[in-house]
């Protein structure tokens, strides 16, 4: 037998080397990848949806198996929707962010107006929405306006700017009525931001909220829950003051810039009014809906002596898509008679009492520009009542208190 050489040698190696190798693929499961799309906000009929994604690779004849699996979660608990507040002691920012916008809200503002403007549920209720910087200090107050009545006629929302402390928590019927907030601030959008995060909280929670009103940690109301309820439920308008010709309106329109407002907002459309409204649910709608007009009234004023966007944005939208659904007044009294730095009378302690309450529930709203710029004529004739007042400070909770019962709840 002739001995190898180490050229034939070398070529049996080559040709048996492809023989001897064995790939070998080994997968072992990935942990879950989950991409999650939460809508937050649901009415009884809504639910929170959980989008989840899970692939696996396995390694039978190189075959890569994906598994999806979607998840429906049930509809959320009213304390879900509106989490306990997280407080935070940071101090508050000077300049606009876009967290302080609602640029990041569109997608709620977007669920939002889809709901039925005109549900017909079987009960009506009203839409209490507070928005505060502070614990309400008129909470006691407010707790025996509804603790005297069925729980079932009402909700309760709160837009707590997440800059201030709140020492001591939200309470009683105030407990868990905290939705995700954003910080607020004067001569800015952000309030405008807030009511409008309210208001679309308000429409996806509940499809009986039939009318929702604004409200600030200074009102208190006028009258007893019953005949609050009455008085809202009966109404086919919403309350909203519209005023036009004011004094210093031009300044108020240009503070962004001369030419900033148009062609959306013309001086001639641009109206006056106070942010504390009565909206229905259409109109609470058409207000979460908006895009056009808040593409103006989001810019930053260039004067902030003379911008009070929330005194503008509602007056002017609901002015120029449905006047005659509107009566142009507030229902929420105030005094500018003594006012200081753009902010109306403050009431204090020695100025409560029983003919204080009296007073303001005699007094007549102001339908728009003392009828100047009514649509409907038949405004002018009416003879609304006020249903809540500001500003009363802190310290005059109980003389409010003592003149609740035989006063201001009792009618």
């Known amino acids: 037998m002739l001995s190898p050489t180490p050229f034939s040698l070398l070529c049996a190696l080559l040709l048996c080397l492809p023989l001897a190798m064995v790939f070998t693929i080994t997968t072992s499961p990935t942990p879950h990848s989950s991409s999650s799309t939460t809508l937050s906000g649901g009415s009884s009929t809504s639910h929170l949806q959980t989008i989840t994604t899970t692939t696996t690779t396995t390694s039978s004849s190189s075959t890569i198996i994906a598994n999806k699996t979607a998840k429906v979660l049930t509809s959320p608990q009213l304390s879900a929707l509106l989490p306990p507040l997280k407080t935070s002691q940071k101090p508050h920012n000077k300049t606009a962010t876009r967290d302080e916008t609602d640029d990041e809200d569109d997608s709620l503002f977007q669920l939002a107006g889809r709901v039925n403007p005109n549900p017909k549920p079987p009960i009506k209720k009203i839409a209490f929405m507070f928005l505060t910087t502070t614990p309400l200090p008129l909470a006691p107050l407010w ?74 940690p200074s009102c208190i109301p006028l ?8 008085v809202l439920t009966k109404s086919r308008k919403s309350f909203v003051e519209i005023l036009k010709d004011e004094p210093g309106a031009y300044d108020r329109w ?56 929330e005194e503008h944005y509602f007056a002017t ?20 008679r003594d006012s200081q730095d ?45 249903l809540f007042a500001r500003k009363f400070s802190p310290d005059t909770i109980q003389k409010l208190m003592d003149i609740a019962g035989d006063i201001i709840l009792k009618d």
């Open 342 to 386: 753009g902010h109306p009378r403050m009431y204090d302690e020695d100025e409560v009492g029983p003919e204080l309450i009296r007073t303001l529930r005699k007094a007549k709203p102001r339908y728009g520009s003392e009828g100047s710029n009514v649509s409907n004529s038949s405004v002018s004739r009416r003879r609304d009542p006020f």
């Open 254 to 309: 240009a503070a962004r810039g001369e030419d900033a407002m148009v062609p959306e907002v013309k001086f001639d459309d641009f109206r006056i009014g106070s942010q504390f409204f009565l909206l229905k649910r259409k109109h609470a709608r058409i207000v979460v809906r908006d895009s056009r007009l808040w593409s103006k009234f989001k810019l930053p004023c260039l004067m902030l002596d003379t911008c009070y966007p």
């Open 223 to 230: 009258h007893s829950f019953g005949f609050t309820y009455r």
């Open 317 to 336: 939208l609901l002015s120029m898509v449905d006047p005659r659904g509107c009566v142009p007044a507030t229902l929420t009294h105030v005094d500018w």
């Open 143 to 216: 707790e025996l306006f509804f603790n005297k009545t069925r729980r079932n006629l009402y909700n309760i929302y709160i837009h707590a700017d997440p800059s201030y402390n709140y020492t001591p928590p939200f309470r009683g019927v105030f407990a868990h009525r905290v939705i995700p907030s954003k910080p607020t601030r004067r001569h800015s959008p952000t309030l405008i931001s807030a009511a409008r995060r309210l208001l679309a909280r308000a429409l996806l929670h509940d499809r009986s909220n039939y009318m929702f009103a604004l409200l600030s």
